[in-house]
């Protein structure tokens, strides 16, 4: 039998979608409103976070990570920016996303609630002195929402990067960059852009540690 191969007309509406000159600049443009407004209400807050996770860090700590969806991916990036390294090499640092156990997070999506699989690790993993970092884009996802309840309850600092108004989980942390945009996208384009910025400033404060 021979092989056959099923080729895609270039009518194809698969391949009929494209990124036009004018759709890329006003992406751009509305990018940069986003980081002029950004730069103005968030670099304090960005400053503030980094210096909770310094002092966790250098106390023993470990920094737990959360979130949902593309803010779950983030989650894992960050702590493979601590763990392994960022810019420079140093020191292993104790960062742990609690997104990526899918023994544990199904186990407790069946026995208990999707709404407790990330309380219930915390309640297993978290020491006081530990830092809780929080992702959410809508600030109102119930699981990150009990997680930060959880935290507060051991002592862990919770430490958010919300979107839009910072909704429900806002009031439960101890410092918080809230992504002024109602656009998914942009607020996890600036929670990646802190991330590293954070991971920068880790880097300089731990070299030749």
């Known amino acids: 039998m021979s092989d056959h191969v099923t080729k ?6 698969l391949l009929s979608g494209t990124v036009s000159s004018a759709a890329f600049t006003q992406a751009c443009e509305a990018r940069r409103e986003l980081m002029q407004r950004v730069s103005t209400v968030c670099a304090a807050s960005v400053a503030r976070i980094t210096e909770e996770i310094l002092c966790s860090l250098s106390s023993g700590g470990t920094i737990l990570l959360v979130g949902n969806g593309g803010s779950a991916a983030e989650c894992q990036h960050f702590a493979a920016e601590l763990v392994v ?3 420079v090499n140093r020191r292993a640092l104790r960062a742990l996303s609690l997104t990526t156990d899918t023994s544990t997070l ?9 709404n407790d699989c990330f309380s219930r690790q915390i309640e297993a993993l978290g020491r006081p002195g530990d830092g809780l970092v929080l ?20 002592c862990i600092k919770t430490l958010g990067l919300l979107g839009r108004d910072g909704g ?3 009031p439960l942390c101890d410092e918080a960059v809230v992504v002024p945009t109602e656009d998914t996208a942009m607020i996890q384009e600036v929670h990646l852009m802190v991330i590293h910025l954070i ?5 300089d404060a731990t070299a030749g540690g």
Do not use: Q, W, Y
């Open 85 to 87: 390294r960022f810019r």
């Open 8 to 13: 895609t007309s270039p009518e194809s509406p």
């Open 199 to 203: 991971c920068g400033a880790i880097d």
């Open 168 to 170: 429900s989980i806002l």
């Open 106 to 114: 199904t186990a407790s999506g069946n026995d208990f609630s999707f």
């Open 135 to 154: 992702l959410s884009t809508s600030g109102r996802s119930e699981n990150i929402l009990r997680a930060a309840i959880t935290a507060r309850s051991m």
